[in-house]
C-alpha cells in the first residue's frame, strides 16, 4: 500500500494572516505541512533549499500597487515560477488589550501596508498617534500581549478568536473593495496547461538609460496584441538611472503572440526573467483581436519557411514549445 509523501508550504505567518487565507485556496496544499514564516526572503529561501514545496507570497495590492520587497526577491532568486495566483479581500480592524479605549491610543502597531491602507481613518481618528511597524497584521495584534509599546494594533478581522483582544473599531481600511492579489511560488520547472484566462509574469531589463528604450520594450507587447496587466518599475541597485521592469502581460507562454513577443523581448534585453504563466484569478479570459490568433502566427511562420524552402513541419511547430527553453535560458 503506498503512503502519501508529506509536504511543506511556507506562508507569512503566524496563523490569521491574509497570506495563510490565500495558502488554504490552494487545493494541493490541504492535508500537508503550513510552515509560517516571518517574510518573503525565509519563505523562498525555503523553496530553494527544498524543505517547502512552495510558497505563498503577497506580490500585488489594489490600493497600493506590487510589493516591492516581493518583487525585488523574485529578481534576485534564481530559478524561481509562480505556478498560481489568488486574491484575497482585505480589511482591518483597530484592536487593543482589554479595557483600552479609543481615546487611550497614542501610538499603533501596523505592518506597513496595512498602516499605509488605513491612513485617512487613521489620520481622522488619531491624528496624532505614532506608529511601530510590525512584521505582519496577526504580529502586530500579538505583540500587544508581550509588550506595552503600542496601545492598539491594525489586525485582520476575527483576530480576536485567536488572541486576548478586543475590537475598537471595525472596517477602518481607507477601501472597502481592497484585494490583495497572492502567487504560489515553486522551483518545478513544468508549466500549468493554458486555460485561455491566464496571465505571464516578467522581469525585465531596459538595455540602457535613453530615450525611448522603454518604448522599444513596450512595443514588444504591443505589435504582438498582448496586453500588460501591471508594469511596474524596480531601480535595479547597480547605478542611478538603472531599471527593471516588473510585467504581468495577458497570456499564457504557450499562446504564439506571447511566445514571439518573449523572443523579441529577448533580443532587446540584456536580462529577461520569466517567473512563470499560469491561470489568472479571477478566471477572466484573456481579450484580443484575430489578427493575433496563433494561426496567423503559424501561417506566417509557414509562408516564410516556404521562401526558405524549408520542411513543412518546422513551420507548423508551436512557437511556445520553443520558446519556453529560450525564455527560461534568459535568467542566466
Known amino acids: 500500500m503506498s503512503e502519501t509523501r508529506n509536504v511543506s508550504y511556507s506562508f507569512l505567518g503566524p496563523t490569521g494572516t491574509f497570506t495563510e487565507a490565500a495558502l488554504a485556496q490552494v487545493t494541493a496544499a490541504r492535508g500537508?505541512?503550513?510552515?509560517?514564516?516571518?517574510?518573503?526572503?525565509?519563505a523562498l529561501a525555503d523553496v530553494v533549499s527544498g524543505r517547502s514545496v512552495a510558497a505563498m507570497i503577497a506580490i500585488e495590492n489594489s490600493v497600493e500597487g506590487g510589493v516591492s520587497?516581493?518583487?525585488?526577491?523574485?529578481?534576485?532568486?534564481?530559478?524561481?515560477?509562480?505556478?498560481?495566483?489568488?486574491?484575497?479581500?482585505?480589511?482591518?480592524?483597530?484592536?487593543a488589550r482589554p479595557g483600552t479605549t479609543l481615546d487611550d491610543v497614542q501610538v499603533v502597531n501596523a505592518h506597513p501596508v496595512?498602516?499605509?491602507?488605513?491612513?485617512?481613518?487613521?489620520e481622522t481618528n488619531l491624528p496624532h498617534h505614532g506608529h511601530i511597524p510590525a512584521s505582519s497584521n496577526v504580529a502586530a495584534a500579538s505583540a500587544l500581549l508581550i509588550s506595552d509599546?503600542?496601545?492598539?494594533?491594525?489586525?485582520?478581522?476575527?483576530?480576536?478568536?485567536?488572541?486576548?483582544?478586543?475590537?475598537?473599531?471595525?472596517?477602518?481600511?481607507?477601501?472597502?473593495?481592497?484585494?490583495?492579489?497572492?502567487?504560489?511560488?515553486?522551483?518545478?520547472?513544468?508549466?500549468?496547461?493554458?486555460?485561455?484566462?491566464?496571465?505571464?509574469?516578467?522581469i525585465v531589463e531596459l538595455p540602457e538609460d535613453r530615450s525611448g528604450a522603454l518604448l522599444e520594450m513596450l512595443e514588444q507587447f504591443a505589435t504582438r496584441g498582448v496586453n500588460l496587466s501591471l508594469i511596474?518599475?524596480?531601480?535595479?541597485?547597480?547605478?542611478?538611472?538603472?531599471?527593471?521592469?516588473?510585467?504581468?502581460?495577458?497570456?499564457?507562454?504557450?499562446?504564439?503572440?506571447?511566445?514571439?513577443?518573449?523572443?523579441?523581448?529577448?533580443?532587446?534585453s540584456p536580462q529577461v526573467i520569466f517567473?512563470?504563466?499560469?491561470?489568472?484569478?479571477?478566471?477572466?479570459?484573456?481579450?484580443?483581436?484575430?489578427?493575433?490568433?496563433?494561426?496567423?502566427?503559424?501561417?506566417?511562420?509557414?509562408?516564410?519557411?516556404?521562401?526558405?524552402?524549408?520542411?513543412?513541419?518546422?513551420?507548423?511547430?508551436?512557437a511556445g514549445s520553443r520558446t519556453i527553453r529560450d525564455a527560461g535560458s534568459a535568467r542566466r
Open 32 to 42: 500537508q505541512t503550513w510552515r509560517a514564516v516571518n517574510n518573503v526572503g525565509e
Open 69 to 95: 520587497a516581493t518583487q525585488d526577491a523574485l529578481a534576485s532568486v534564481p530559478d524561481l515560477r509562480i505556478i498560481g495566483e489568488y486574491l484575497v479581500p482585505v480589511n482591518f480592524v483597530l484592536v
Open 114 to 122: 496595512a498602516y499605509a491602507q488605513c491612513h485617512t481613518w487613521l
Open 149 to 202: 509599546q503600542a496601545d492598539a494594533a491594525i489586525a485582520p478581522p476575527g483576530i480576536e478568536k485567536h488572541h486576548d483582544v478586543v475590537v475598537l473599531a471595525a472596517g477602518i481600511g481607507d477601501n472597502p473593495n481592497a484585494v490583495t492579489r497572492f502567487v504560489l511560488v515553486s522551483r518545478t520547472t513544468a508549466l500549468p496547461p493554458r486555460t485561455g484566462a491566464d496571465k505571464t509574469s516578467l
Open 232 to 268: 511596474q518599475s524596480r531601480p535595479s541597485g547597480d547605478a542611478m538611472g538603472r531599471y527593471r521592469f516588473v510585467i504581468d502581460a495577458d497570456g499564457h507562454i504557450h499562446d504564439e503572440r506571447v511566445a514571439d513577443a518573449l523572443l523579441g523581448l529577448r533580443r532587446f
Open 275 to 318: 517567473l512563470g504563466s499560469y491561470p489568472r484569478a479571477d478566471k477572466q479570459p484573456i481579450e484580443f483581436t484575430s489578427r493575433y490568433d496563433d494561426d496567423v502566427f503559424i501561417g506566417a511562420r509557414a509562408w516564410l519557411s516556404g521562401l526558405l524552402g524549408l520542411p513543412g513541419r518546422e513551420a507548423q511547430e508551436p
